[in-house]
C-alpha cells in the first residue's frame, strides 16, 4: 500500500471549515484514498473515502487531485467535538489485501472557541 | 454506531499468564480484526478473518493467536503475555458491499501486563 505524508498537527477555529491535506504520491491506479479520525482514547471512526472522483457524506468532504497524488478532508463548519487525529490512509480493493489498513501518525486537528 | 463489545474492557495481567480478549458484533460482518495502538506507533494489525474459520497473520502478530468459530465473534489470545504486549487493543469489522473495506471500530480493551 502506498505510504501518505500528513501535517503533524493543525488548528482550526470554531464555525470555520477544516481543511486537512494529505501527500500520498505512489498510489497506484486500484488504491483508494480512506480518512479515519480518533477522537481521545476511543476507537477509530470512518469518516470517507474515495478512488478518484470527490466524495461527499453527511460528516466530510474529500477531495483528490486529478493525478490522485494528493487529497483534502474538508469539515465545512468544525465544532469543538472534532478534535481528534485524523488518519489518511491508502489501501487496495478487493483480491487479497482485505481491507488492511496501515495507520500511521495522522494530524491532529484542534478546534478552538 | 455498529453494534461491536470488546470484553474486557479493561484487564491487569501478570506476566507468563495467558488471556483471551473477545471481540462480538451484531452486525453480520463478514471480516474482522484485531489491531493494537502504542504511543509512538500508531494502529498496528495484529490479525485479520476473512470468515469463519478464515484467519490470517497482520504486521504484528509474532506472540498472538486468534480464532473464530462463528461469525458474531472474534477472539485474541496472548498464550503467555508479556510486558511488551501492554497496549491498548482494538477490534474491527467490515463488510464490503463492493470492492472497499470501510472499517467499524468497538471502543477498545486496555491491557496491562505486569
Known amino acids: 500500500d502506498a505510504k501518505t505524508t500528513q501535517p503533524p498537527s493543525m488548528d482550526c477555529a470554531e464555525g470555520r471549515a477544516a481543511n486537512l491535506p494529505c501527500n500520498h504520491s505512489?498510489?497506484?491506479?486500484?488504491?483508494?484514498v480512506y480518512w479515519y479520525r480518533q477522537i481521545h482514547s476511543q476507537g477509530p471512526q470512518y469518516i470517507i473515502h474515495?478512488?478518484?472522483n470527490n466524495e461527499t457524506n453527511e460528516m466530510a468532504s474529500l477531495i483528490i487531485t486529478e493525478d490522485r497524488k494528493s487529497s483534502t478532508l474538508i469539515l465545512p463548519h468544525a465544532t469543538l467535538r472534532d478534535t481528534a487525529v485524523y488518519y489518511c490512509?491508502?489501501?487496495?480493493?478487493?483480491?487479497?489485501?482485505?481491507?488492511?489498513?496501515?495507520f500511521g501518525q495522522g494530524t491532529i486537528l484542534t478546534v478552538h472557541p | 454506531d455498529a453494534g461491536i463489545t470488546q470484553s474486557p474492557r479493561h484487564k491487569v495481567t501478570e506476566t507468563g499468564t495467558p488471556v483471551t480478549l473477545r471481540c462480538h458484533q451484531t452486525?453480520?460482518?463478514?471480516?474482522m480484526y484485531w489491531y493494537r495502538q502504542d504511543p509512538g506507533h500508531g494502529l498496528r494489525l495484529i490479525h485479520y478473518?476473512?470468515?469463519?474459520?478464515?484467519?490470517d497473520k497482520g504486521e504484528v502478530s509474532d506472540g498472538y493467536s486468534v480464532s473464530r468459530s462463528k461469525t458474531e465473534d472474534f477472539l485474541l489470545t496472548l498464550e503467555s503475555a508479556t510486558s511488551s504486549q501492554t497496549s491498548v487493543y482494538f477490534c474491527?469489522?467490515?463488510?464490503?458491499?463492493?470492492?472497499?473495506?470501510?472499517?467499524?471500530f468497538g471502543p477498545g480493551t486496555r491491557l496491562t501486563v505486569t
Open positions: 478473518s476473512y470468515g469463519v474459520k478464515d484467519t
Open positions: 474515495g478512488l478518484k
Open positions: 474491527a469489522i467490515s463488510d464490503p458491499p463492493g470492492r472497499t473495506y470501510e472499517q467499524y
Open positions: 452486525e453480520n460482518h463478514r471480516y
Open positions: 505512489t498510489i497506484s491506479g486500484n488504491e483508494y
Open positions: 490512509i491508502v489501501s487496495g480493493a478487493g483480491g487479497t489485501s482485505y481491507g488492511k489498513l496501515t
